[in-house]
């Protein structure tokens, strides 16, 4: 059986909204670009497609304002903004906004962090689910290459939240370098919904016929 509460979230969700601010978006989260794409058929919710233009968060300038803090309590007062905050339909939540500049500043740092959370179990799994979606979604090619090999480590973990994340993160990243180890992840998925949304990922990316 699915978890119940990967059960709950995997429900009719309302249209997904296709106008999208882009220099909305730019303003809210510096010179990376959130791009929309639709994932039917899997567990998380969906991507919030509408900007709406408004000035950052204090969280996120907090951010920049305090060098001296760690790496390491940065990343977890991001993550505990996901876990109060009640997102609101077609905005970016404080928890993207902030998580996004913290890639940008930091780049393979921050992903080698949440790399071992996933590797020693330290997650919240249903938080790194959001958290690894968002990581697909961003352009930032600077970090490309850390977050596609981030990703693809998730596809192994024992939660399926993760494991699902990492497959939505993989399919909104769009490299086609995702398709062995998609598949060797097919190979192992316990759970059909899951393991026919990797299939459906594999086959966009050119790798099934």
Known sequence: MILSAATEIHKPQP???QD???GAASSLVGNILILPISRPGSFAEPV???VRRKSPP???DDLAANEAESLEDQLKAVFALASYEE???GTLS???????RLIERYGEAVLNMMADQISYNKA???LMCKALQIIGRIRHPQTHNYRFWLLQHGLQSPSIWIRD???LGLSSLNDGRAIPFLRNAIEKEPFPELRNYMERVVTRLGGFS
């Open 15 to 17: 249209p997904i909204i």
């Open 165 to 167: 994340g990492a497959a």
């Open 20 to 22: 999208i601010d882009v």
């Open 94 to 100: 404080e928890f993207e906004i902030t998580l996004i």
């Open 48 to 50: 919030k497609l509408l």
């Open 58 to 60: 204090e969280a996120a």
């Open 87 to 89: 997102i609101e339909d």
């Open 124 to 126: 919240n799994p249903e």
